[in-house]
């Protein structure tokens, strides 16, 4: 069954990036700009994983990870971001930008696999 990621990130070229490389991996891509859409998708659709942006339009990475957590306990969620995360709670797994793709795909593959 194919899963379904939510690439939530504010500058295009680079959530253009996420969306092609994680679709080739055979994910059903969602694609939000800011939070406010990423609250949209998280409210209306089923979402197996989430990466966010922590710097996004609206509300923080932190703020959507709660919200996602509440709706999806089971489904992974990995922040990333260009600059230093204060106060981010030890279960958010991060990753710095910027990052090798197959990286994060390991990531992600490692949490999925301990779900």
């Known amino acids: 069954m194919t899963k379904t990621m939510l690439i939530i990130e504010d500058n295009l070229s680079f959530r253009e990036c996420l969306e092609y490389y994680f679709e080739d991996m055979g994910y059903s891509i969602l694609a939000a ?20 942006d922590y710097m996004i339009p609206y509300f923080t990475g932190l703020e959507i990870y709660k919200e996602f957590s509440k709706k999806f306990p089971e489904s992974v969620f990995i922040l990333m971001s260009g600059c230093i995360v ?19 795909n390991d990531i992600i593959n490692m949490y999925i696999e301990e779900r």
């Open 86 to 104: 204060e106060n981010r709670p030890i279960e958010v797994p991060f990753i710095s930008k910027p990052f090798d793709l197959e990286e994060l």
């Open 33 to 52: 700009a800011n939070g406010r859409d990423a609250l949209y998708f998280i409210d209306d659709y089923t979402i197996d994983v989430c990466i966010s």
